[in-house]
Nanobody, 116 residues
Framework: QVQLEESGGGLVQIGGSLRLSCAIS????????VAWYRQAPGMERELVAF???????KLEEPVKGRFTISRDKAENTVYLQMTNLKREDTSVYYC??????????WGIGTQVTVSS
């Protein structure tokens, strides 16, 4: 089993920064990629960024140049550093892990609110 726990969300002003953390426990050796998704009210969940077990990363167009995804293997944590936050970044952010079996595991999410 794999468990994910997000933290680091909160209220931030437009243009501010936040760092989200995804703490991973359990069978970490079965994970092929970890991703951050977000879901705004009334909207579908959308992919924000992912990092593979080999360390490759990809950020989606709306956050390129502003967000960074990284990991600390020793801490078993994946981070989403968010800078120059915009009102439209307001969402619940979810950590997602894809396992070698094809199964996906989700965290419960952390709220990010960007306001003036």
């Amino acid at each position: 089993q794999v468990q994910l726990e997000e933290s680091g969300g909160g209220l931030v002003q437009i243009g501010g920064s936040l760092r989200l953390s995804c703490a991973i426990s359990g069978r970490k050796d079965t994970i092929t990629a970890v991703a951050w998704y977000r879901q705004a009210p009334g909207m579908e969940r959308e992919l924000v960024a992912f990092i593979t077990s080999g360390g490759s990363t990809k950020l989606e167009e709306p956050v390129k140049g502003r967000f960074t995804i990284s990991r600390d293997k020793a801490e078993n944590t994946v981070y989403l550093q968010m800078t120059n936050l915009k009102r439209e970044d307001t969402s619940v952010y979810y950590c997602n892990a894809v396992r070698t079996s094809g199964d996906e595991v989700w965290g419960i999410g952390t709220q990010v609110t960007v306001s003036s």
